[in-house]
Every structure is written in C-alpha cells, then in structure tokens.
C-alpha cells in the first residue's frame, strides 16, 4: 500500500493551445504509465472536473513509496514533462501528500505533539 503521493493539479488551458495540451496529457499518461511498469510508482489517477466556479481544471494523483516519488520528481524526464505541461495551462502545481499507511503515520506524529501542548 501506498504511503505518499504527488497531487499534480492544473487550472484553464492556454487559449490556442487546447491541442497540444492534450498532447502533453497523453503524455503524461504515458509517462506515468511507464512508471508504474517499472515499479517507481504504485498508480496514478487523472481527474478532470466539471465546471465548479474555481480554477482548477484536473488533476493526477500518483501514488507510491516516498523515495520512489521523490526520485521520480528529480528526474529530468519529469522535470521536463512539467515544464512543457507548465507552458499549455495555467495554475500548474505539484504538492507532496501523504495517503494509505502515510497519514496513519501522520496521525502519529500529529498526536505526539498534540500531547506536548495538551
């Protein structure tokens, strides 16, 4: 089971470039893809939302082994891949999360301290 994840959110297209932003999301459907294959990754989900009011458009939630992600977020290929994604949509943003057996660990942590102050 996963303990960490990556939160990979996007806002509105740039207008002009709907077709390569959907090059750039196959993309990264491949890219992730090929992560999982290769075992960096546990899964990966990608999320478009409806119309809400808000900014943000979709997201992808990729799940796994804190080192895996990590060393995954440091490699060139990612880094390049998101600087591509960075130049079709606006609002791009990667944020380290945890899930699964990670907020369990969180919690943890989390009521050690509470019981520092309480």
């Known amino acids: 089971m996963s303990e960490a994840?990556?939160?990979?959110?996007?806002?509105?297209?740039?207008?002009?470039?709907?077709?390569?932003?959907l090059d750039v999301f196959?993309?990264?459907?491949?890219?992730?893809?090929?992560?999982?294959?290769?075992?960096?990754?546990?899964?990966?989900?990608?999320?478009?939302?409806?119309?809400?009011?808000g900014d943000m458009q979709g997201f992808f939630l990729i799940k796994g082994p804190a080192q895996g992600l990590a060393t995954m977020r440091a490699s060139e290929e990612?880094?390049?891949?998101?600087?591509?994604?960075?130049?079709?949509?606006?609002?791009?943003?990667?944020?380290e999360a945890w899930v699964d057996d990670g907020v369990l660990t969180q919690l943890g942590h989390f009521s050690d301290a509470a019981g520092e102050f309480g």
């Open 5 to 21: 994840a990556l939160f990979v959110g996007w806002g509105q297209t740039v207008r002009g470039r709907e077709k390569r932003a």
């Open 26 to 53: 196959n993309d990264a459907v491949t890219y992730y893809g090929a992560r999982v294959a290769d075992g960096s990754i546990e899964s990966f989900e990608p999320v478009l939302l409806n119309p809400h009011g």
């Open 78 to 95: 990612f880094q390049r891949l998101h600087v591509r994604a960075g130049m079709i949509v606006e609002d791009l943003g990667i944020i």
